[in-house]
């Protein structure tokens, strides 16, 4: 036998000059055998345990030394993969390193279904000395150019195969997006009917499989998913803070779609998935309609949208605040936000709002929010404001405009960062700048035609001071209708000491919208 030896670090390394040699071997041969599979949705391995059983036998047949295994389970290898294929990595490190004199595959695609990185790889083992690959059974040696001929076309069509089931996967994807059909995974709340011989989507409908749910202290619950996803929209469109939802989820112990506690995020994501009103998304999209029924009313879902997408919400956290207006009311001097805090002073004790910076002006708690209240219910029992109210745009409108306005600031932005670059023009970016300007100005124009806040449902005209009643201690909904309706400023006293009752000349006040929204008036 023929060998020929090769320093790799401070060790020398049997080569073999020919396969025959390779194959004569026995023992003395270094197997490196690789296992992979794209997909393993019930994490049972199989196909990786076949490959793995398989590449063995293939070892043992020759009486080579398995030097090393290196399995990806549930790992692309197409250039189109997301997932980092960890054990690849340790096989190429081995490789380079010199701990082989064959490698072991059962197909090509198993171990690369992208061209460059087979020549690459092929390279590599070329330049330490791995001749040698053993794939399903044949050996090939990479001097060869009859065998690096063979290997290259089995690289060619493991990568053509690739994007051809990408492309057919796309295809089919498109087509039963266009078909309004589902896709992945159930939406909660819905449940899908398959034909029990040919196993094929029959429908999706509601699920209003009854269920039970045990809190904490025992309590039994009975609910649907069905009637969950009905009541996270009426309650989101109604005002309700996010956080106070998930905490009544949470307290009735009815499980997340996940299986696990609800959180905030979770609600946001399905009150504003247009799955809910029979709508077909694909790659964040509506493209029609879907094959299945709504779940909830496009009024309440669209009312949903805007509430949650109305950027002024981030400025507040109504559903962890305590006392009705602390961040809603500024500071009329220095414009920072007033908190409520305990003061005791002269024998008294009790909540008082006060400028949180500087201080700047204060008022007792208790007086400030009987006030707010007061001139709120009464403008929103104004018949003017309801008629005011009603003539704007519809809910899906105002959402529409408000997400196209949003593209169009992140194209804006884009071009400037291209122009900073030297990628565009300046001329050329005043020119398209202007003309961005123009169209966010028309979509946040559009927007502020808005007709009755979703919160404000129910909440106007004959109904405002029943439904103001009828909210009793809800601090969270009460926070979200004044900062929606009312732009508020506490002023500092007209002199230290002053006594005079708290009134209109206290506050800097300006309604946000309807008859007075044009105007900055004071409370009176």
């Known amino acids: 036998m023929v060998r020929r030896g090769s320093r790799v670090g401070n060790r020398v390394r049997v080569r073999f000059g020919t396969k025959a ?13 690789y296992q992979r599979a794209s997909q393993d949705k019930k994490e049972q391995g199989k196909s990786v345990t076949d490959q793995g059983k398989l590449n063995v036998k293939e070892i043992n047949s020759h009486g080579w030394m398995d030097a090393g295994s290196f399995t990806d389970n549930d790992r692309s290898a197409s250039r189109h993969a997301t997932k980092e294929r960890e054990k690849f990595e340790l096989l190429i490190e081995a490789i380079r390193a010199g701990k082989g004199d064959v490698l072991v595959i059962w197909e090509m695609s198993r171990k690369e279904r992208d061209l460059a990185v087979y020549v690459k790889i092929r390279d590599m083992c070329h330049e330490v000395g791995l001749f040698f690959w053993l794939v399903g059974g044949v050996l090939f040696d990479l001097r060869d150019k009859n065998d690096r001929m063979m290997l290259g076309f089995q690289a ?24 309004g059909r589902p896709h992945g995974t159930v939406t909660y709340g819905y449940r899908r009917i398959y034909h029990q011989r040919t196993k094929a989507l029959e429908r999706q409908e509601p699920d209003t499989e009854i269920r039970t749910a045990t809190a904490a202290d025992g309590t039994l619950t009975e609910y649907t998913h069905a009637g969950v996803v009905r009541e996270i929209f009426e309650q989101v469109s109604g005002g309700t803070p996010l956080i106070t939802i998930e905490q009544s989820l949470n307290a009735r112990g009815i499980p997340s779609p996940r299986g ?54 981030t400025t507040t956290r109504a559903g962890r605040a305590v006392h009705l207006l602390s961040y809603i009311v500024l500071c009329g001097v220095c414009g920072g936000p007033v908190s409520s805090s305990t003061v005791s002073r002269h024998g008294w004790t009790g909540q008082v709002y006060s400028c949180l910076k500087k201080r700047c002006a204060a008022v007792k708690a208790e007086v400030l929010d009987e006030y707010v209240q007061r001139v709120v219910v009464a403008w929103l029992a104004r018949p003017e404001v309801f008629e005011d109210l009603q003539s704007g745009i519809g ?21 400037k960062k291209a122009a900073e670059a030297g990628d565009v023009k300046a001329i050329d970016f005043v020119r398209i700048s202007k003309g961005l300007e123009a169209q966010i100005a028309e979509h946040e124009a559009r927007e502020a035609e808005a007709g009755i806040p979703p919160v404000l449902r129910g909440r106007i005209g004959p109904e405002a001071v029943s439904a103001w009643a009828e909210l009793g201690d809800e601090v ?44 900055d008036t004071t409370a009176a």
């Not at 003395?28 to 055998?33: P, Q």
Request: hydrophobic share 45%.
């Open 260 to 313: 696990a506690r609800w959180l905030r995020g979770i609600i946001r994501k399905m009150a504003m998935n247009p799955a809910y009103i029979g709508k077909r998304v694909f790659r964040g999209e509506v493209v029609g309609d879907g094959i299945w029924p709504a779940l909830v009313d496009e009024e309440v879902f669209w009312a949903s949208v805007r509430l949650l997408e109305d950027p002024s919400r």
């Open 21 to 33: 040699e390779l194959l004569a071997g026995g023992a003395e041969v270094r197997a490196l055998r």
């Open 395 to 415: 809910d899906e409108q105002v959402a529409h405009a408000r997400a196209e306005a949003e593209r169009l600031r992140t194209e804006l932005e884009d071009y």
């Open 156 to 179: 060619v069509q493991a990568e053509w195969m690739a994007d051809s089931i990408r492309d057919n996967v796309l295809r089919g994807i498109v087509g039963a997006a266009e078909a």
């Open 476 to 519: 969270g909904v009460k926070r979200e209708i004044i900062r929606t309706v009312a732009g508020i400023k506490l002023l500092p006293a007209r002199y230290k000491g002053d006594r005079s009752p708290f009134g209109a000349h206290r506050l800097d006040w300006t309604w946000k919208f309807g008859p007075d929204s044009d105007q």
